[in-house]
């Protein structure tokens, strides 16, 4: 039989990209790592991690380490609330612009 006729339930995943605002792959957008733009990743996380928590919802976090850097206290947050964290990279650099010695 093609079809199982069980009633399963539905399991849903859900990612995050944890980066900043200024992390988008736009042709446009090139910021210098040391700049001032303001940060807003941690703000907008905890109110994820509210939302989150609110429905019982685990997640699994794919933090920039740029972002671990500059905010561990809100990876060990994340990991306390039971969530999972995974590597994202370090910047958010396009693959295809790396030469091999940066990506290896
Ligand atoms: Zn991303």
């Known amino acids: ?61 794919f933090v920039l380490g740029y972002v671990a850097q500059r905010f561990p206290k809100l990876i060990k947050t994340i990991s306390d609330m039971g969530h999972e964290i995974a590597s994202h990279g370090y910047s958010h650099e396009l693959i295809y612009k790396q030469n091999r010695k940066k990506v290896f």
């Open 1 to 61: 039989m093609l079809f199982s006729m069980r009633k399963e339930k539905m399991i849903n995943i859900f990612t995050v990209d944890l980066e900043e605002w200024f992390h988008a792959n736009y042709k446009s957008l090139i910021i210098d790592e040391n700049s001032t733009c303001s940060n807003r990743v941690v703000e907008n996380t905890m109110v994820l991690l509210e939302l989150l928590d609110s429905y019982r919802a685990q997640a699994t976090f």
